[in-house]
């Protein structure tokens, strides 16, 4: 087996010439330090395994996770699709202020979520995106490409979902003459979140706002 051998130690306070053959930076736990040429998801990206998926621009009327009759976006990694999708990135804008309430968003699951919609499975309705979404390197080129995932806008579900956890943003409501306070929000998961076969994730409100949101994701799609 092939042993990648480095150099403990700190960066170098002067530029090597070119043609110089050094051996690679590592830190203290035989890390190898690296930098980035092209961005983090650039090879991922040019090699065909980035996707993205989003909402109409009319945007969604999120529903409470525990609603079995769901709206909002929905990315389904179905059974035996021999990927798992790890989600890069969310992003939520506002297209109408809510007035109900007060409304943490956040990430629910769907386990056992199977590879189809019919009568008797967890999910007897979905309602697919297929315009809005495709390749991150082609976003031109729209449909679901090579894609393994099913994206969604909303579902009916024989069960309702698992609430997973909190976004780092939500929505607020005041009185016009006090305050308002609705904006858009985006996070990164860095390989925090990944949805295996299987399994649909939900991006959800914990309380009804009455708001409507556009909502994007994207994600990489790697082997098991």
């Known amino acids: 087996m092939p ?19 050094l051996p690679a930076l590592q830190g203290k736990q035989g890390d190898i330090i690296v930098s980035e040429l ?10 065909g395994n980035l996707y993205y998926g989003a909402s109409a621009a009319a945007g969604l009327a999120l529903s409470i996770f525990s609603n079995t009759t769901f709206v909002g976006l929905m990315l389904w990694n179905p059974q035996g699709s021999g990927k798992l999708l790890s989600v890069v990135r969310y992003m939520v804008g506002v297209n109408a202020i809510g007035t109900t309430a007060l409304a943490s968003f956040g990430y629910a699951f769907l386990l056992n979520a199977g590879a189809g919609v019919a009568t008797a499975a967890p999910i007897s309705a979905f309602t697919a995106i297929t315009a809005t979404r495709g390749a991150c390197n082609n976003p031109a080129s729209q ?53 295996p076969p299987g399994t649909v994730l939900a991006f959800t409100s914990a309380v009804l706002d009455g708001g409507t949101y556009t909502q994007s994701a994207i994600w990489e799609e790697l082997p098991l």
């Open 143 to 195: 449909a679901q490409g090579q894609s393994v995932a099913l994206l969604g806008g909303g579902a009916t579900l024989t069960t309702a979902m698992t609430w997973g956890r909190n976004s780092s943003f939500g929505s607020g409501t005041g009185a016009a003459t006090v305050s308002t306070l609705n904006s858009g929000g985006i996070e990164e998961f860095d390989g925090a979140m990944i949805v």
């Open 38 to 47: 092209h961005g983090k998801y650039f090879t991922q990206n040019y090699r």
């Open 3 to 21: 042993i990648l051998f480095g150099q403990v130690g700190a960066p170098s306070s002067s530029s090597a010439s070119d043609g110089s053959n």
